[in-house]
């Protein structure tokens, strides 16, 4: 046997260790009738209706949850389909339109059971620690710790001497194409009923594309490119990486060698049919700073770490807090609801390094909401 035969026997056992560890892991989670199980889509139901018990049609499913749970159950399992079509509508979000498909509360119930007993506990087995959104114990301060503590070992190696390449993926969401996703499936589960009944939610979207506003999109854009990720920590050999849903960063001591990842990069991403934004995607320095999920990084020549928010959303709270006093004055909001919120924003920007940002929105708050002025 020659060396690299006897390479290529480890390869395979250890992928087909990898893969009976995978089957013992989610073997519970691999079927149909766990999703369908009447218990599991009441429970579903209780936290389904969280933000929303308000609403009418809350209300009446919730009258008769046991019942529509049953139904429900008997509905999946006989193979109907469940889809109750869209409600659309848009939303501007920090100056951008978002479309937004919502789906009807019956529908919401079937996905939040399909995630927590299927496609969360098998998906996300496959990602990597640094991809930070959507995920229990994780989030935006999950994401911005693990950077914190990429740039802290890049210093210790190489000094503020590096560079960053910032990604962005263009319409992320509109480009997934679904061909891949059916691959991803077929590969997680050995039960075909379950693959084929979670295709309904993403053919529900047309050809191409997952819609904002489903649960299960929200999962499948975290796993869509997990290809990436793993490419860039396994074959490009990337430790300082991290993602954040379509946000990624790669931090190396060399210019040249980011720019050959991003040429990887782009690759990977173009078989999967995502379109890197051009105008977010570049390559800067570490000792100017660099901005990711809307907070700006700065590694200084002392190895400090230093957090600022982008000068857009202090901007954009100085906007709001004149806005929402013309509301009270209009007797559209309260003072206790504009308190919270600020004290919301204040309680965010506040793990910032950002004493005289909070301290000049503190006048201002104080100028509008005690003297009574309002600034044009």
Not at 191 to 199: E, I, P, Q, S
Not at 231 to 254: N, P, T
Request: net charge positive; aromatic share 10%.
């Amino acid at each position: 046997m020659t060396s690299e035969e006897r390479r290529e026997a480890r390869y395979l056992r250890r992928k087909e260790y990898r893969d009976l560890k995978r089957r013992s892991s989610t073997k519970g989670h691999d079927s149909i009738e766990r999703v369908a199980d009447i218990n599991a889509l009441i429970a579903a139901c209780k936290k389904a209706k969280s933000g929303v018990s308000w609403k009418s049609s809350v209300q009446r499913y919730l009258m008769n949850r046991v019942k529509n749970a049953v139904k429900t159950s008997e509905s999946i399992l006989s193979g109907k389909d469940v889809r109750k079509g869209f409600i659309n509508f848009d939303i501007v979000e920090r100056g951008k339109l978002r479309h937004i498909s919502s789906v009807h509360f019956s529908e919401r119930v079937v996905q939040r059971s399909l995630c927590a007993n299927a496609l969360i506990p098998v998906l996300t087995r496959g990602l990597i620690y640094d991809n930070g959104a959507s995920v229990k114990g994780k989030g935006i301060s999950f994401a911005v710790n693990r950077l914190k503590t990429h740039l802290h070992r890049h210093y210790r190696k190489h000094g503020n001497e590096g560079y960053v390449l910032m990604i962005d993926f263009s319409n992320y969401f509109g480009s997934m194409r679904h061909e891949p996703i059916r691959e991803l499936l077929d590969k997680s589960f050995e039960d075909k009923r379950l693959a084929d009944f979670t295709m309904l939610f993403v053919d529900a979207f047309g050809d191409v594309g997952m819609g904002l506003g489903s649960e299960a999109s929200q999962i499948f854009a975290i796993a869509y490119p997990s290809s990436v990720d793993h490419c860039i920590k396994e074959r490009l050999r990337i430790k300082g990486y991290g993602r954040y849903m379509d946000d990624m960063y790669l931090i190396h001591e060399s210019k040249a060698r980011l720019r050959e990842c991003l040429e990887v990069i782009r690759a990977e991403c173009a078989r999967l049919g995502i379109r890197l934004n051009a105008k977010k995607t570049h390559i800067a320095k570490l000792s100017r700073g660099f901005t990711f999920l809307k907070t700006q990084f700065f590694l200084t020549g002392s190895g400090r770490v230093v957090l600022k928010a982008c000068r857009e959303s202090i901007v954009r709270q100085r906007r709001k807090l004149k806005k929402f006093r013309k509301f009270m004055d209009k007797g559209l909001m309260t003072y206790g609801q504009i308190y919270n919120s600020y004290m919301s924003w204040r309680g965010y920007i506040g793990y910032k390094n950002a004493y005289r940002t909070i301290r000049n929105m503190d006048r201002l708050f104080n100028k509008l909401f005690f003297s009574g002025e309002v600034s044009q």
